[in-house]
């Protein structure tokens, strides 16, 4: 099984922050929201705060989104341009994707591209409350292994060093920048 980070990945940009800024645009009620999440932001950035306490008041924005269904249907619908062709043109039934982003966001645009195995953060799209961790770094592997016991991966790609724990578990991993694509460990000769 193939296994992808979905963000700066297979997905050119970051597809949380891209949403924050289509809500902003699509929904200004979500603009009241921009004072706390300054606050949080800053709060974060002088280390007062960790980063689920920031994201889960940057997320606070979704309580001023009415139709929190046909926000993301409309954003992910026009954002399918970003799924990066090479990822296309390799695409397996089996693929896996496993991101820190929003589940619900990213389960979106996994089902248009018809990618079944998704695992992400579990936050609810009308409070921006998180049911359990950020799925970011060890919390991924740990997330994989609750999930779906004795997983094999055959490739991991990345565009992020954080995700080091998921490529030690792989056969092979790959660190993704743009559309270049290296190994993510020096090959060994035999």
Request: net charge positive.
């Amino acid at each position: 099984m193939n296994v992808f980070d979905f963000d700066n990945t297979i997905y050119r940009g970051d597809s949380t922050f891209g949403f924050v800024r289509y809500c902003y645009r699509h929904y200004p009620r979500t603009l009241r929201s921009i004072p706390r999440t300054a606050w949080y932001g800053l709060l974060y950035g002088l280390r007062i705060v960790p980063k689920l306490t920031f994201k889960e008041n940057l997320f606070h924005m979704f309580v001023y989104v009415d139709d929190m269904e046909e926000a993301v249907e409309s954003f992910t619908t026009s954002r399918l341009n970003h799924i990066k062709g090479w990822y296309l043109q390799m695409q397996e039934p089996d693929d896996m994707i496993i991101s820190a982003s929003p589940q619900f966001l990213i389960q979106s645009f996994c089902d248009k591209i018809h990618i079944r195995t998704v695992i992400a953060s579990p936050v609810d799209p009308k409070t921006g409350k998180y049911h359990g961790l950020n799925c970011h770094g060890k919390e991924k592997v740990r997330k994989l292994d609750e999930l779906y016991p004795g997983t094999v991966i055959d490739r991991f790609y990345s565009d992020s060093k954080s995700d080091t724990p998921l490529a030690e578990r792989a056969a092979r991993a790959f660190l993704v920048s743009g559309d270049r694509i290296t190994d993510w460990f020096p090959v060994k000769d035999k």
